[in-house]
């Protein structure tokens, strides 16, 4: 029988938990950011609550497909800041969607090509909040446009 520590156990689960509320709430802005850059794209001068409700929040529209309409129409130009967006997007579906185990901590378990693997979840946060950053510093150089 090994040793449990309930405590210690709780506390990583919390820490993890913790961790992809921050993750996901961080997503929802990003994408509420996504819905606006659109919206006012095809709406520059008025506030469109269907489009924006039925459209852009509704459930048929992934981030993915946003990220996809921004590069189609041109809204964002740079490659690079729309490919980092889809990582983001995939960091937030890496915790949101995945199997987590206490016994590895700071290790989400992946399911890839038919074999569990770890992936450090720690490497991976930090990763997001690297590419939040750089969304954040992009939308602030490029408000006025």
Same mark, same amino acid.
């Given at each position: 029988?090994?040793?449990?520590?309930?405590?210690?156990?709780?506390?990583?689960?919390?820490?993890?938990?913790?961790?992809?509320?921050?993750?996901?709430?961080?997503?929802?802005?990003?994408?509420?950011?996504?819905?606006?850059?659109?919206?006012?794209?095809?709406?520059?001068?008025?506030?469109?609550?269907?489009?924006?409700?039925?459209?852009?929040?509704?459930?048929? @529209?992934?981030?993915?497909? +946003?990220?996809?309409? !921004? =590069? &189609?129409?041109?809204?964002? /130009?740079?490659? *690079? %800041? @729309?490919?980092?967006?889809? +990582?983001?997007?995939? !960091? =937030? &579906?890496?915790?949101?969607? /995945?199997?987590? *185990? %206490?016994?590895?901590?700071?290790?989400?378990?992946?399911?890839?090509?038919?074999?569990?693997?770890?992936?450090?979840?720690?490497?991976?946060?930090?990763?997001?909040?690297?590419?939040?950053?750089?969304?954040?510093?992009?939308?602030?150089?490029?408000?006025?446009?």
């Amino acid at each position: 029988m090994t040793d449990v520590n309930l405590d210690k156990d709780i506390k990583t689960y919390e820490d993890y938990i913790k961790k992809v509320g921050n993750i996901l709430s961080t997503s929802v802005i990003v994408e509420h950011n996504l819905d606006k850059l659109i919206h006012n794209y095809f709406f520059p001068k008025e506030e469109n609550n269907m489009f924006l409700m039925f459209v852009l929040k509704g459930t048929f @529209l992934s981030a993915k497909n +946003k990220i996809d309409i !921004i =590069r &189609n129409i041109g809204i964002i /130009k740079e490659k *690079e %800041i @729309l490919g980092k967006l889809g +990582k983001l997007f995939n !960091i =937030r &579906n890496l915790f949101a969607h /995945k199997i987590f *185990e %206490i016994e590895t901590e700071n290790f989400i378990l992946v399911l890839k090509e038919g074999k569990f693997i770890d992936v450090n979840s720690h490497d991976k946060e930090k990763e997001f909040d690297t590419i939040y950053q750089e969304w954040k510093s992009f939308l602030e150089k490029n408000k006025n446009e």
